[in-house]
Each structure stands twice: as structure tokens, then as C-alpha cells.
């Protein structure tokens, strides 16, 4: 079955400090991507998404990711954190064909605390 | 403009208890989802509708039915709530083409 992995659980950084947070899929087809964030009891919110097209993908809030196909990872970047990037972050996969219906499957999720 | 509503926002229900938690989006969307979401474990498909008049099993269906009320509306029952059910609950709707899930705010659900 088709999976989504992201490695780091918990992630610790100070404010200014750069980020990467990894996200690897398990299929060989097409694909459709997300990154999705989740401030503390809040709902899920849209970071970035990649379809097609050039596989470096900005978002909002600073956010960029990159679409390595040949390594099936989507890790999502960021120059320089802010204490409120303190969130949970999800890596998201549509397993695109002929019946996908756009369902998503997540990967585990990554917390992240950015300390002041 | 809502996008997508849930109700309850909170519920606390007794082991073999009944409850149907509710979803609506306003967006004309055709295609809506549940997922629940558990520590460590990201969001999880319960039951997707592709369409108005369908419904289809996700990855963790079982203990869950679904009703596909009309266009808007999309409603995930559990007829006998076990602790094992206990999660926040997540309903999202989809307009097709190159866009993403709308997520409402999520239902928090503990059963004792």
C-alpha cells in the first residue's frame, strides 16, 4: 500500500535558525503533494501544494518546498524560523490515477517548536 | 463565507453510546472526506463521497457509517462509540482540478 514518511517527530530550533523537514512517499506514479500546517487547536491549513511544473514550490508564510521525484521526497524549507511557526506540520499525498477521488494520505507528522 | 462547518466542536459520550457528527460546506464542492487524527499517527481516511449519492471506505472504516445527505452535506455516525474512537475528527471537501482539501475546525470526541 502507499505510504508517507516523515522522519523527524519533533523538531527543536531556535528563533533564525533554518529548517528542513523531511517527507518521503512510497509509489512510482504521479503524484500530487501537499504540505499542511496546524497552529495548536486549530484546524489544518494549506501551506503549499505541487502538482506539476517547476518541482521548487513556494508557499506562504516564507515556506518553500522541492519535489526530488527520483528520491520520492517533498522536504519543505525555510530560511529562517519564527517563534510562531510552533505548529505541527503534515506532509500530505494525493496517490494520483484513475480513482484516486483526491483522497489524501498523511504522513505521521512533524511537531515543531521554535524556541524565542 | 463559511467553507466547511463540523458540529459539535466537542462532545463527550459514555462506551456504547450513538452520535452522528455533522459536516456542511457551501462551496459547491463535489467530493468530501473524513479523516480522524491521532498522536503520532497523522490524519487518517474514515470515508470519502467522490460524489453526491456515493460513498466509499477509507482506511479505518470500521465502527463508522456515513451518510451522503445531499450536495452539501456529509455525516459520520458511530452506532456503538467505543474508547478505541476516541480522536479529533476532521471533515474536508474537495472541488476538483488542481486544488486542495478545505478542512472545517474539527470535532473533539472522547468516549469513557
Known amino acids: 500500500a502507499q505510504s508517507v514518511s516523515q522522519h523527524n517527530h519533533h523538531v527543536i530550533l531556535s528563533e533564525a535558525a533554518s529548517l528542513e523537514l523531511g517527507c518521503n512517499y512510497s509509489y512510482g506514479g504521479t503524484v500530487n503533494l501537499f504540505w499542511y500546517v496546524q497552529y495548536p487547536g486549530q484546524h489544518l491549513q494549506l501551506l503549499l501544494k505541487?502538482?506539476?511544473?517547476?518541482?521548487l514550490v513556494k508557499g506562504i508564510k516564507g515556506f518553500e518546498a522541492e519535489f526530488i521525484k527520483s528520491k520520492f521526497s517533498f522536504n519543505l524549507r525555510k530560511p529562517s524560523v519564527q517563534w510562531s511557526d510552533t505548529a505541527e506540520y503534515f506532509c500530505?499525498?494525493?496517490?494520483?490515477?484513475?480513482?484516486?477521488?483526491?483522497?489524501?494520505?498523511f504522513g505521521q507528522g512533524t511537531i515543531l517548536t521554535v524556541h524565542p | 463565507n463559511a467553507g466547511v462547518t463540523q458540529t459539535p466542536k466537542f462532545q463527550v459520550l459514555k462506551t456504547g453510546q450513538s452520535m452522528t457528527l455533522q459536516c456542511a460546506q457551501d462551496m459547491n464542492h463535489n467530493s468530501m472526506y473524513w479523516y480522524r487524527q491521532d498522536p503520532g499517527m497523522g490524519l487518517r481516511l474514515i470515508y470519502y463521497?467522490?460524489?453526491?449519492?456515493?460513498?466509499d471506505k477509507g482506511e479505518v472504516p470500521n465502527g463508522y457509517n456515513v451518510s451522503r445527505l445531499n450536495k452539501r452535506e456529509f455525516s459520520l455516525r458511530l452506532e456503538s462509540a467505543a474508547p478505541s474512537q476516541t480522536s479529533v475528527y476532521f471533515c474536508a471537501s474537495l472541488g476538483g482540478g488542481n486544488q486542495p482539501q478545505h478542512f472545517g475546525d474539527g470535532t473533539r470526541l472522547s468516549i469513557l
Open positions: 505541487y502538482f506539476s511544473g517547476d518541482p
Open positions: 463521497s467522490a460524489s453526491e449519492g456515493t460513498t
Open positions: 500530505a499525498v494525493i496517490f494520483a490515477g484513475g480513482t484516486s477521488y483526491g483522497k489524501l494520505t
